[in-house]
């Protein structure tokens, strides 16, 4: 697959086959995303791929367990700013209209918000953490090598959908991963496998502002 | 448009280029790939990435001021964001100074020679000679995980470009004068300057371009359980 082809097909997938992920797949995308850039070489990027089941414990763990508090990072700040609401809004309203699930219908949203923390159905599931010394620039070079292994991922067939939800649960996590909790963050999940093509949760039109919304150009 | 490119033939050939030919890059070609580019992903859809894309006598203005400041100020003006941790040790250390060791050796730059490491570091603000920047930049009430989502834009970037058969080095050094950045791109209050990159056509038989760049085995960094 052609990166163009690459960008444009991958998606957040909400809905996967139970189709098992090969290893030796996993190994090739994690061996060529080791290319991705990072500010004086530094390859702040950690992460554990788990499948079967040290997944499944780990999901049971989850599910049983309320959100930590405080929070692992503040991942919603922006949230309250009117146009990230109104970019948050339009696309989870996209999203419960293609599921059928009603504006009030709070259960129906909770339960679907709940599959977070079965990563939808995916076999695989990599979880992301690294030094908490990185300051925001390491965090755009975790971005950069999160966003390559998405892209070789579509590669080889594969989808994916990146899960900041799961810093609900970075400490559990930690603690399943044996990952320090005084020397380690946890930034986030990346649920992995093959999307169910015909669910409309994969389907939705996604809304993005124009190029012109984000980029100018001088001097042309 | 060139041939196309599979995604890891695209990964694999990215690299941080140094030393640009002169060609131009098309107006047409850019805005082709940050249309594509505006499907990157980012939490909550926040989509918090803005740039200014600069070339010409408008590049040329912006470089010339900031060469004129390192005069005054060679250790950076005007900073906003820590662009590397204060303390950073074991693999963190050995990597910056693995890189930095073979590209200096790569460009004939002997251990000790600290005149001729400053002028190739200076020729960022030339942009290596790339006839195009892509300058960055964020609210400021963004936090770490939409400094993430921009990294996820800027690589995604970086690899249309190499489909489109062109190349990049991203440069966050231009963040040490970043308040000036902001004033002579028109950024309005309340944003961040986060960074630049260089775009244009790699000069293939530059040694700088060349040398093999360090990375550490993926089984350092990531495990697998249960497969």
């Known amino acids: 697959m052609n990166v163009a082809e690459a960008v444009m097909t991958r998606r957040s997938i909400r809905a996967f086959k139970d189709t098992p992920v090969p290893l030796e797949t996993l190994r090739r995308v994690m061996d060529t995303a080791r290319w991705s850039p990072s500010g004086c070489n530094?390859?702040?990027?950690?992460?554990?791929?788990?499948?079967?089941?040290?997944?499944?414990?780990?999901?049971?763990?989850?599910?049983?367990?309320?959100?930590?508090?405080?929070?692992?990072?503040?991942?919603?700040?922006?949230?309250?700013i009117p146009q990230c609401l109104a970019r948050l809004h339009g696309v989870g309203a996209a999203m419960y209209t293609a599921m059928g699930i009603g504006r009030d219908d709070s259960a129906a949203r909770d339960n679907f918000m709940r599959s977070n923390f079965e990563s939808f159905g995916a076999p695989a599931l990599l979880l992301c953490y690294f030094d908490r010394r990185m300051g925001p620039p390491q965090w755009s070079d975790v971005g950069m090598w999160l966003q390559t292994i998405m892209l070789l991922l579509r590669g080889e067939g594969l989808d994916s959908c990146p899960q900041e939800a799961l810093s609900l649960h970075a400490k559990l996590i930690k603690d399943h991963l044996g990952v320090s909790d005084e020397t380690h963050i946890f930034f986030c999940g990346i649920a992995i496998g093959y999307r169910d093509a015909d669910n409309p949760v994969n389907n939705f039109e996604r809304e993005r502002v124009s190029v012109d919304g984000n980029v100018r150009f001088d001097g042309f | 448009m060139t041939a196309l490119m599979s995604v890891s033939e695209a990964v694999?050939?990215?690299?941080?280029?140094?030393?640009?030919?002169?060609?131009?890059v098309e107006r047409a070609v850019l805005e082709r790939v940050l249309a594509k580019a505006q499907r990157a992903p980012s939490g909550g859809d926040t989509q918090p990435w803005n740039a200014v894309i600069v070339t010409g006598a408008e590049l040329a203005r912006i470089s010339a001021a900031i060469i004129e400041?390192?005069?005054?100020?060679?250790?950076?003006a005007g900073v906003e964001y820590p662009i590397y941790p204060a303390e950073m040790d074991g693999r963190y250390a050995a990597q910056r100074m693995a890189v930095g060791q073979v590209m200096f050796t790569a460009a004939g730059i002997a251990r000790g020679d600290r005149a001729a490491r400053f002028a190739q570091m200076r020729e960022n603000w030339n942009s290596f000679g790339a006839p195009v920047q892509l300058f960055t930049y964020t609210?400021?009430?963004m936090g770490k995980p939409q400094w993430s989502d921009i990294g996820m834009w800027l690589q995604?970037?970086?690899?249309?470009?190499?489909?489109?058969?062109?190349?990049?080095?991203?440069?966050?050094?231009?963040?040490?004068?970043?308040?000036?950045?902001?004033?002579l791109l028109g950024i309005p209050e309340g944003h961040i300057f986060f960074c630049g990159m260089a775009i244009g056509r790699r000069d293939p038989e530059a040694a700088i371009n060349t040398f093999p760049v360090p990375r550490i085995p993926f089984e350092d960094v990531v495990r697998f359980e249960g497969f």
């Not at chain 2, 400041?69 to 950076?76: D, E, H, Q, S, V």
């Open chain 2, 69 to 76: 400041l390192t005069k005054t100020a060679p250790l950076g």
């Open chain 1, 42 to 80: 530094f390859q702040p990027w950690e992460a554990t791929i788990l499948t079967g089941a040290p997944l499944r414990a780990l999901q049971d763990k989850m599910l049983v367990t309320p959100p930590q508090d405080p929070r692992e990072y503040s991942w919603d700040d922006p949230e309250v």
């Open chain 2, 156 to 183: 995604t970037v970086m690899l249309l470009l190499r489909e489109e058969g062109l190349d990049s080095c991203a440069q966050e050094i231009w963040a040490m004068y970043g308040e000036a950045m902001k004033g």
């Open chain 2, 139 to 141: 609210p400021s009430y």
């Open chain 2, 12 to 24: 694999a050939s990215r690299r941080s280029i140094r030393r640009f030919l002169p060609d131009p």
